[in-house]
């Protein structure tokens, strides 16, 4: 028994020298590409960073219910709905004053009316966006994230972000990149008058 298992030994032992070409150089071995699972505490955190700051208040629809608005199971940070017709505000009452529809995915004021965003990870949200593009959207409030684009409009709060750390940025991205992607074109803003 001894003896075969030295034999298993010394054969082991002349398989790997020849493997290696009698070298004393490493073997480079073949590349496998590894797919590590997400980092699932960093999209917790940016859970919780987008719950806390009240993201779905404004970027996710809503249908009345018995409590008032709530949201629409399945759309959640999808953006004021692009089959919903927006209705024609009053422009004479926005001078001094901010409306709201009634699921706060848009808004008239003064200066037109916005839309809230599509932040989930489809394609016509933020699916096909880099981390710059989204520090750059979250902390200069430049549309898309793309530096030559028109300036986020109220009432996206953007300029609270100015200051955000970084380790919160990332926690925020990872989280909406992992989101349920809901295709949903959001509205263009107009100016008032429209």
Not at 19 to 36: E, H, I, M, R
Request: contains cysteine.
């Amino acid at each position: 028994m001894k003896a075969q298992l030295l034999f298993v030994c010394t054969l082991l032992s002349g398989v790997a020298l020849l493997s290696t070409g009698f070298s004393d150089k490493p073997v480079k071995q073949p590349s496998v590409a590894v797919t590590l699972p997400p980092d699932q505490a960093l999209i917790k955190r940016g859970e919780y960073l987008v719950t806390i700051m009240g993201c779905g208040d404004c970027h996710s629809p809503k249908a009345m219910g018995p409590q008032g608005p709530e949201p629409v199971a399945g759309k959640a940070l999808s953006g004021y709905p692009a089959d919903r017709p927006v209705p024609k505000p009053n422009t004479d009452a926005l001078k001094e004053w901010v409306l709201f529809n009634g699921d706060n995915t848009a808004s008239a004021v003064p200066w037109g009316v916005s839309f809230a965003a599509n932040l989930t990870s489809d394609a016509t949200g933020i699916g096909n966006w880099t981390r710059d593009q989204f520090k750059r959207a979250l902390t200069q409030g430049k549309s898309k994230g793309i530096a030559t684009n028109r300036m986020l409009l109220p009432p996206m709060p953007w300029p609270n972000y100015r200051t955000i750390k970084d380790a919160d940025l990332d926690a925020i991205f990872a989280y909406l990149k992992s989101t349920k992607p809901v295709e949903n074109v959001v509205p263009a803003p107009f100016p008032p008058g429209r």
